[in-house]
Each structure stands twice: as structure tokens, then as C-alpha cells.
């Protein structure tokens, strides 16, 4: 629902936790609150509020100000509310005849050095300084202002060098917020304060420009700013916004609560919920700035159709869209059988959406060829985590690493990746936290600011396994095992075989030293201090899953946890960090061709009648194909027609040559996206989709929360994705019956246990719920997974036998590529590529260590092929040395860049996740593009010129819309 914009109430400092109460009078009111709070919490907790600049309730108190003392009976003087924590007995007055004129005093010292163009400030109606003049009464400057006042600031330049905000010093009160923001929110310490008394200003870097500096743009500076100094370009543009609504990001697993800022249906600014529970209140560059692209020039708005890609785009209706792709289902159908057609969901789209693309499959295409991109990136969690513990999922808050002792990050850079979450890391590794980072390259956490870990694991890619039965090996030959936990909690026989096999000395750390590239001594230290806890946390990320040995890896940091009684408490945990915001619940709703919603299996009968019943349908109890599979079957002449709902598959998966050959031997693909991606460009139907801004349902992040999504515009091509889905379903002949998504969830809740409890209203009413939720749990749900048991029962260990990945280097290809993100981009780019965020990375490259470098004579820049078994491509280098010799890495957000034309078909042994993390590959320095970059070029050419012809047709341009 849609709210006058207000400010949320702010209590000035942080919330203090403590069993012991504090009894006080502020201004004649009794107050209880915890021992630690401030004066100035306590009295905005009673209803009082007390006058303030440099204070806000998400940073530690400063006392700056100076605006709002208190007056404290039987005290001396007038201390600051924000630094003066309250007392037993304590009277305290807020406002009396002296505090009065001191507050006075000083606002006439802040205003006497400030521009007085309120009227035309762009953060007039949303200015604490403004605000704040009017509460002391301020009337008169006895100084005069700027240049009456003599020495002043207020000619500075402004810095805009930012994409997103404005840094205007001439407006700046020196509060430090910035500052502070920047160090104890986000943790990236590039803003300070240059020169001394007066000329004290607030700096990016060493009086750089922000885009000069260390600042990654999070925007929490902006959003602790109270004054226009720093200020979103937005909103310069556009003004203040008039209402508001919370919504969720669509970026990463993190999934970010925001408060949508809007003027009619136009969003002015994104604003980082202060009680979103994944967030509380801090946000990255792209969920708090990157969100432009949503109504990008480049969206297509109008169903299109076309006989074979060859041809120009068709400009039809809704209704002439869904029949004409109907009609080429049911004729393939017709012709190889049922199951020659399947789908793919969408990570990126809500839970409602998701299942109702797999029921559509299941039900109104009669197969069970449905996948989803957990495939190729979290399916090993899925089954490693599923037969250890019996669910697929993390088990904690991403709030609990806060009560963490020890932190194993393994296969995962959150600082690029998630970032809101490493901020919540980072914060806790200066508090004291000590870190072990399992990582190919030297990434962030390693050595940053304030940051070192204690152990830096540099394996080789593709000897994960090698370096978890190590770890285990340490823990189990030391004695460092949790007797009494694995006593009581885990499955004694395969308890007893692991602990044999992981014992046998070629399983010692020794034993792996040649294997995985790290020392024993290294790898001992890290396991002692991972068994020594007390809470020991592990959180990992792609560079586990994706492997040919990916399943294998999650089973034995399973093992680890167990051993060393890791799960089931506040600050411990398994956690993979998802990649995209909706791919948790992808999975939960059934995307994989095995399972049903809820994670239960197709054969099981008893789960099959339920959905049956429901669906008046009969569901087949084999498993469908994989998306692999579907390629092989494409090539195969068995498989023709593919309904893929926002995933982009060509730029997506590995060895690109293999999947658009597989696309071209298909019949008829159908392309429900917001963009001509690159599978578009292979499609015979387009289906314009939505925006998060245009959507309503509901997303599920990477701690199992599920959080609302709610509408912010109408969408552009006027039907909502789920809607185009009933309508696809009835063009087909299957009818489904929902008015809103509120329904579709109603019926999830029906049938799926871990749903039971979950609804619109508990949702709107919490801020969030977190899976299992039921009636056998809190109202909220489960915060922490398998407190008291296992979801499985016991916990059962297995046997992690070490086996070298097939990517092997050799004498033609001596180098090993692993590919990652990066925190500007966002997997295949689509959307923030039509953003501003292009100006930190606006292209991919290759990362090379200066040994590899000097070797080949490449210098910083320069052209490189990089070349595999599945095929070559060309990029710039970047000389690094977060590289280790004899390993080069790049990112994938260009589709220009061809990066997954030379990852292989190598995957997991038991869910098909690719092996993007371990390619051989060689690299030489290069003057032109590699062939399969030409053909790029031209083919990108030839589709868009087609789609330019549709555009050019305005006689079928009319939609019908609902």
C-alpha cells in the first residue's frame, strides 16, 4: 500500500541489548530502558525528542554537535544526550530557558557558514538543518551569513563526479556522519576529515573526488547525510518524493528491503529500509542507484513473433502472441511427443511467478522438463545439503555472524558479490573476529581496511575437496572433535566411517601439500582454529557449487560443521551465499525437474496425489531433463521448444558455442524477458516481461527470509509475468484461476509444509518470515535451522574421496582460468550494463599474475586470447597479483566478452553445475578479436536490425493489454 513519504522515527543511537533496566525521569516521565542507552534514545523512546545533527540511530554517538545537551539534576554542566548513557535515579530536563539559548547559540555558529538558498535546495522539505533551525527558534545570526559573517565556505565547488549523488562542501556542517557511515556501516573507510578547526572539511580519500576514491557508492553516506552536502542526483532532478512504498531489491541473495520513493507511478529515489531484517538499513551501488534500467530505452513493451530467426520481429497483440506460441507447442508435441518441450524459470522473478511457470509445465505442457539457473550455480547445495542435514538451504540470519568467533569464507568474494552482507562481516572482524579465506585469489577480505585474515587457504582451482578432507583430517587426528554433539546428534555408522576415511594419512594436510599448492602447517594452523570456535561460522559461495566435484565439496563442509559442532546456534552455520535474488526460491518452488515445491520428490506418490488434486491434472512420476540434458536432447533432434522466463541461457551457461547450437536445433523458443537478450536473439516468440518495480509477490533470499515485493509502477507492456503465464496456460487449454499473486501464494501455503504459515497479511504485518514457517514454529518462522536436531534426524556424514577435475593444464594450455563478479555488474549485466554503474567496470577482463604476464610479454591492457578446448576469446589483461602464478580469472557481464565461449562442459558429478571455476586455457597477447567475437558482432548486428524493422512497423503495434 502506498504512504505519505514521512521520515522514519529516529532514536539518535544505536539499540542497547541488556537484561538489567534503568529507571529515570526525563521531563517529569518515569522511563525504563536497558543499562547502556543513551539520554537521547531513552527520551525518544518516551515520546520526547531532543534537538540533534550529528546523531542517528544506525551510528555510534559523537557528541559534535552540540545541539542536544541535557541538563541533569545535581550535575554540573550540560553533557551531550547522545554520549551520556542513563543512570538509575537519573532526573533529566531537555528543555529549559539555558539549554534554550546554548542550542541557539550554536545553530546561529552553523548557519552563519551555510548557504541560505533553502528555498531552492534540493533537500528543502528533507533538511535537518532546516528542521532543527525551526526547533531552537532560531530567528536572527548575530555573525551575519557567509561573507557578512567574514571567513566562510560557502563558495566551494561541488564535486559531481558521481554518477549518482552530488558532494556539495559548501553545505557541509562537519558533522561526520559520512565518515562515520562510511566506517562503521559500510567499512570501506574512504571518506575522512582534512585540515584542523575551521578548515576542517569532510574529504574523499586525500582531497580526491569520489569517483578518484576508495568509495564503492553504497550511498550510505547520502542516506546519513542531513543536510543537501551530499545529495542523489535523483532527487536534484525530480524533487522529494510524495509517498513510498517497501519493496525488495532485485540484485543479489541478499535481498535488501527498500523503501521505494515515488511521485505518482515515477520512483524519485530507492531508500535502504531501516527494518528491513536482511539490511536494517544499508544498501550496495546497485539496489540503492542501479535501478534505471527499469524503464531503459532499450525495454520492449509489445509481444513479437517471427517464423524463424532470420526474420524481422512481428509487432502483435497479447492474445495472437500466446495462440501463435501455443499453436507451436502443441504441433512439436504433436509430432516427437510431450516431453520434446520444457521451461526454464527465472531467479530473478518471485516465488508466485516461478511456480507457476513449473506448474504450467507440468500441467499444461504434461512433462516434467522443467529447470531452473540453480542448475549452474547451487544445485550442489541443494543435494549436499539436503542429504547431510535434510534440507537445502543455510541454516542461520545473515545477522548471526555478529556472534561469530571464527569466520570460513570459502569460494566466495562478498565484498563484490554481497556486499551489504560483508559490510555485517567486516564489522564484526574488527570487532574482533578471526577470519580463514579458502580462495584461489587474494581477494577484499584477505588484507583490506582494518581487515586481515588470519589464514589465506590459496589453493588451486578444482582441489576444494582436497583442502576440506584435510581440514577434517586435522580435526579428527587431533582430538578436536565435538564428542557429546556428534554423540547425541549424528548418525553413529556413517559418523564412524567418515572419521576412518578422513583419518587415513593420504588424507593429512602433507598428504595434499602438492595437491592444493598451501602448506600443511597452513592448513593445520586454520582447521585447530576453526574446531577451537566456540562459534565457528562457515559461508560459502560459487567457487564451492561450481565444480566437477562441487556436490562433494558442500557434503564435506557439512562434515566439518558437524564434527566440530558448528550447526544449531547463533554465530555457527552453514551458509551459501545465493547469487541472485530469487534463486532460493526458485529452487523452493519447485523449478527442478525431480522435485515438487518444497523439495519433495516427483516419484513420491503421496506428494504427487496432493498436487493432482489440486492442479486436476496427472503428473508423470519421472524426473524431467536438466538443462544440459535439454541440449543434448536439442542436438539430439529429441527436444524442441523451450519456454524460458527471464534467464538469459546463451550468455549464461558454459561452452556458448555448445548452447546456441543446441538452440538453433529447436523448433520454437519462447522468451518472456524484460530485454532482447541473448537467448532472444534465438527466439521465435517475445514475451515482454516486468521489472521488480512492476511486480507484486514475493522473493526468498539467501537465509530463507521471504519479503515482499510490492508494485511501485504499472507494468510497461501491460500485463503483469504471472498474468502472461494464465494466459499462456489457457492458450494452451489449461485454465488457472487467480485475481492476484496473493492467491497464488495462498495455494503454495497449501501445499507445501514448510509454507504452511505463511501469508501477505504476516508478512506485511512482521516485515519478513523466514521458511520453515508452520504451525510448528514461531509466528515468524525459523531464524536458525536444526537447533535441536536435524531436519533429516540425525545428521549423516560421507566419505569426500578426492578426485582431479578433468581440466588438467597441459602444454598447450598451461594456465587455469576460474571467472567470478564483480560489485559494479551484475551477472550477465542485462540490467545494470543500462546503467551508470558501466563507469567502474565497462567491460570484462583478465585478471594475469606479472609472472604469467612476463612470460607471454603482456603488459597491463594489452589484447590477450584466451584460449580452451571449447573455444578462444580476446580481453583486455589487468596485471594483478590477486592472481597466483599459473591461475588467470575474468568476470562474465558482457556478452561481447564471450567469456563462457571457452568454459567447458565439465560438471558436477551429481546435479550437471558446471565447472566454470576450473578451465585450462592458454593466453597469448593478441592485435584483433578471436573469430567467434566477428561472428558476434555480426549476428548481434543482423537481430537487432531485425528488431528495428519490428519497431519500424506501427500498424501492429497496438497491445492488448488487460
Not at 915 to 920: D, G, I, N, R, S
Request: charged share 20%; net charge negative.
Amino acid at each position: 500500500m502506498l504512504k505519505p513519504t514521512s521520515q522514519d522515527i529516529d532514536f539518535g543511537t544505536p539499540k542497547r541489548e541488556s537484561e538489567v533496566l534503568v529507571d529515570l525521569t526525563i521531563d517529569g516521565y518515569s522511563v525504563s530502558v536497558p543499562k547502556g542507552t543513551s539520554l537521547m534514545r531513552a527520551a525518544v523512546e518516551a515520546g520526547i525528542q531532543v534537538p540533534k545533527l550529528c546523531a542517528t540511530d544506525s551510528l555510534e554517538p559523537f557528541g559534535s554537535c552540540r545541539l542536544c545537551l541535557v541538563q541533569i539534576e545535581g550535575r554540573k554542566g550540560y553533557p551531550a544526550s547522545c554520549t551520556t548513557p542513563a543512570e538509575a535515579g537519573m532526573v533529566v530536563h531537555t528543555q529549559t530557558p539555558k539549554l534554550q539559548d546554548l542550542r541557539k547559540g550554536v545553530m546561529e555558529l552553523y548557519i552563519s557558514d551555510h548557504p541560505l538558498d533553502c528555498l531552492t535546495c534540493s533537500a528543502n522539505g528533507n533538511c535537518e538543518l532546516q528542521t532543527q533551525a525551526g526547533v531552537v527558534g532560531l530567528r536572527n545570526v548575530r555573525y551575519g551569513t557567509g561573507t557578512q559573517a567574514g571567513a566562510n565556505h560557502c563558495d566551494l565547488q561541488k564535486d559531481e563526479s558521481n554518477p549518482y549523488f552530488t558532494f556539495d562542501s559548501s553545505k557541509c556542517i562537519v558533522c561526520n556522519r559520512c565518515v562515520r557511515a562510511c566506517e562503521e556501516t559500510q567499512g570501506t573507510f574512504a571518506l575522512t576529515i582534512s585540515g584542523r578547526g575551521f578548515e576542517s572539511r569532510v574529504s574523499p580519500g586525500q582531497s580526491e573526488t569520489f569517483m578518484e576514491s576508495d568509495c564503492v557508492s553504497c550511498g550510505a553516506c547520502v542516506e546519513a547525510c542531513p543536510t543537501a552536502t551530499l545529495q542523489e542526483k535523483s532527487i536534484i532532478e525530480l524533487g522529494q518524493p510524495e509517498h513510498s512504498l517497501i519493496t525488495t531489491c532485485a540484485y543479489c541473495g541478499v535481498g535488501c528491503g527498500f523503501k521505494a520513493e515515488m511521485k505518482g507511478n515515477t520512483v524519485v529515489r530507492m531508500v535502504p529500509w531501516k527494518d528491513g531484517k536482511a539490511n536494517e538499513g544499508h544498501s550496495c551501488v546497485k539496489g540503492r542507484f542501479a535501478w534505471g534500467y527499469a524503464t531503459h530505452q532499450d525495454r520492449i513493451t509489445k509481444p513479437m513473433i517471427r517464423d524463424s530467426i532470420a526474420e524481422p520481429w512481428r509487432i502483435v497483440s497479447w492474445d495472437e502472441a500466446l495462440n501463435y506460441a501455443a499453436a507451436r507447442i502443441h504441433a512439436i508435441q504433436a509430432k516427437h511427443g510431450k516431453d520434446s518441450v520444457g521451461g526454464i524459470t527465472s531467479s530473478r522473478c518471485t516465488n508466485e511467478e516461478t511456480y507457476l511457470v513449473q506448474k504450467l509445465v507440468r500441467a499444461a505442457f504434461g512433462t516434467n522438463n522443467v529447470d531452473t539457473c540453480a542448475r549452474v550455480c547451487h544445485s550442489p547445495t541443494g543435494y549436499g545439503l539436503g542429504q547431510t542435514l535434510g534440507t537445502s538451504a543455510g541454516t542461520q540470519t545473515f545477522k548471526s555472524v555478529a556472534q561469530a568467533d571464527v569466520i570460513m569464507v570459502i569460494g566466495a568474494n562478498p565484498s563484490d558479490a554481497h556486499p551489504v552482507f560483508a559490510s555485517r562481516m567486516k564489522r564484526r572482524i574488527r570487532q574482533g573476529a578471526r577470519l580463514i579465506v579458502i580462495d584461489p585469489r587474494k581477494i577484499d577480505l584477505v588484507s583490506g581496511v582494518h581487515i586481515k585474515a588470519d589464514h589465506h587457504l590459496a589453493l588451486k582451482p578444482g582441489t576444494n575437496v582436497a583442502m576440506i578432507t584435510a581440514l577434517a583430517h586435522v580435526v579428527v587426528t587431533e582430538g578436536l572433535i565435538a564428542q557429546d554433539y556428534v554423540r547425541e546428534r549424528c548418525d553413529d555408522n556413517s559418523f564412524n566411517e567418515w572419521r576412518d576415511f578422513v583419518s587415513r594419512p593420504e588424507n593429512s594436510p602433507e598428504a595434499f601439500e602438492a595437491v592444493t599448492g598451501v602448506s600443511a602447517g597452513e592448513v593445520r594452523a586454520a582447521a585447530r582454529l576453526y574446531a577451537s570456535g566456540p562459534n565457528s561460522a562457515i559461508y560459502y559461495g560459487l567457487g564451492v557449487t561450481e565444480h566437477a566435484q562441487g556436490s562433494t565439496t558442500v557434503l564435506g563442509i557439512a562434515n566439518l560443521a558437524m564434527a566440530c559442532g558448528m550447526v544449531g546456534r547463533e554465530g555457527v552455520g552453514i551458509n551459501p551465499l545465493r547469487g541472485q535474488n530469487n534463486v532460493q526460491g526458485s529452487c523452493d518452488m519447485g523449478s527442478f525437474p525431480h522435485e515438487l515445491p518444497g523439495y519433495r520428490h516427483i516419484s513420491d506418490t503421496t506428494t504427487r496425489s496432493l498436487f493432482e488434486d489440486a492442479w486436476g491434472v496427472t503428473i508423470s512420476p519421472e524426473p524431467g531433463l536438466r538443462i544440459p540434458n535439454m541440449f543434448e536432447a536439442a542436438l539430439d533432434g529429441s527436444f524442441k521448444g523451450l519456454y524460458c522466463q527471464g534467464e538469459d541461457i546463451v550468455q549464461s551457461d558454459p561452452n556458448t558455442q555448445h548452447v546456441t547450437s543446441a538452440l538453433s536445433a529447436m523448433d520454437c523458443i519462447i522468451v518472456q524477458d524484460i530485454f532482447l537478450n541473448e537467448t532472444a536473439k534465438f527466439a521465435h516468440v517475445f514475451l515482454p516481461g516486468s521489472s521488480f518495480l512492476e511486480k507484486d509477490g514475493t522473493f526468498t533470499n539467501a537465509e530463507r527470509r521471504i519479503s515482499r515485493v510490492t508494485q511501485a509502477m504499472p507494468p510497461m507492456a501491460g500485463l503483469a509475468d504471472w498474468e502472461v503465464t494464465l494466459k499462456f496456460a489457457k492458450a494452451l487449454g489449461y485454465d488457472m484461476h487467480y485475481d492476484h499473486p496473493e492467491q497464488i501464494m495462498q495455494e503454495i501455503a497449501s501445499l507445501t509444509p514448510s509454507f504452511r504459515g505463511v501469508s501477505y497479511e504476516k508478512i506485511e504485518r512482521l516485515g519478513s518470515v523466514q521458511w520453515p514457517c508452520n504451525e510448528n514454529t514461531e509466528e515468524a518462522g525459523t531464524p536458525i535451522m536444526h537447533i535441536d536436531k536435524f531436519v533429516r534426524g540425525k545428521g549423516k556424514f560421507f566419505n569426500t574421496q578426492y578426485i582431479a577435475s578433468d581440466e588438467k593444464v597441459t602444454q598447450k594450455f598451461p594456465l587455469l582460468l576460474t571467472t567470478g563478479r564483480i560489485l559494479s555488474q551484475y551477472n550477465v549485466g542485462a540490467q545494470t550494463r543500462r546503467t551508470p554503474n558501466n563507469m567502474w567496470h565497462s567491460e570484462d577482463r583478465l585478471e594475469i599474475h606479472p609472472h604469467d604476464a612476463q612470460e607471454r610479454g603482456i603488459a597491463d591492457m594489452d589484447w590477450v586470447g584466451i584460449e580452451s578446448r571449447a573455444g578462444r576469446t580476446v580481453l583486455r589483461a589487468e596485471v594483478s597479483e590477486r592472481m597466483q602464478p599459473g591461475v588467470v580469472y575474468t568476470t562474465f557481464h558482457f556478452p561481447e566478452s564471450g567469456a563462457n565461449v571457452i568454459t567447458t562442459d565439465s560438471s558436477d558429478w551429481a546435479t550437471n553445475c558446471p565447472e566454470y571455476k576450473v578451465t585450462a586455457v592458454q593466453v597469448v597477447a593478441v592485435t584483433q578479436p578471436s573469430e567467434w567475437q566477428k561472428r558476434y558482432v555480426k549476428f548481434n548486428q543482423d537481430q537487432m536490425q531485425l528488431l528495428d524493422q519490428a519497431k519500424e512497423a506501427p500498424k501492429h503495434a497496438e497491445v492488448v493489454g488487460k
